[in-house]
């Protein structure tokens, strides 16, 4: 079947920069799985992968209003470092991620205090232009319990959450 609303969609991908760089991949792992549809891709891959079927192998190359937005200058704040999760000890470079009114955050530290350290919020991906090889490995009809949570669960039925 067709890649449509509604689908729950496995599939592999490895993500270069511009550069041909790798990003990040998920070769060796799980494949990704997502119910179509429902913004849970960027939604430039989203729309490339609509139409596709299981075994379709496809390239797409997403401009970064496609994929993470524009990086803007001055996107900076300050937070209490014990506000900080993914490590114990921080330095500046690292990448952080802390807890908005919108949900979870990637951040770089900019600047460490005391107590308070100035990180910048642009996703570490803004500004940049994506390339995605995406493998798609089976596509399925979502189940009535994935509708209501308007996200799949998993080849198995696993429920992530
Ligand atoms: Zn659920």
Excluded: C
Aim: glycine share 12%.
């Amino acid at each position: 079947m067709q890649i449509t609303l509604n689908s729950v969609v496995q599939f592999h991908f490895v993500l270069k920069d511009a550069d041909g760089s790798v990003l990040d991949s998920s070769t060796g792992k799980d494949a990704m799985v997502y119910l179509h549809g429902h913004d849970g891709l960027l939604p430039g891959l989203e729309k490339a992968l609509e139409g596709k079927a299981a075994g379709d192998t496809f390239v797409v190359t997403l401009p970064p209003g496609e994929a993470f937005g524009e990086r803007r200058e001055d996107n900076e704040m300050r937070v209490p470092i014990s506000q900080l999760r993914g490590a114990k000890k921080w330095e500046p470079g690292m990448q952080a991620v802390i807890q908005t009114q919108y949900g979870h955050q990637e951040v770089t530290i900019l600047k460490l205090g005391h107590t308070m350290a100035t990180v910048d919020i642009n996703h570490p991906l803004a500004g940049k232009t994506l390339q995605f090889e995406v493998d798609v490995v089976d596509v399925r009809e979502a189940t009535s319990e994935e509708l209501a949570h308007g996200h799949a669960h998993g080849p198995g039925g696993h429920h992530h959450h």
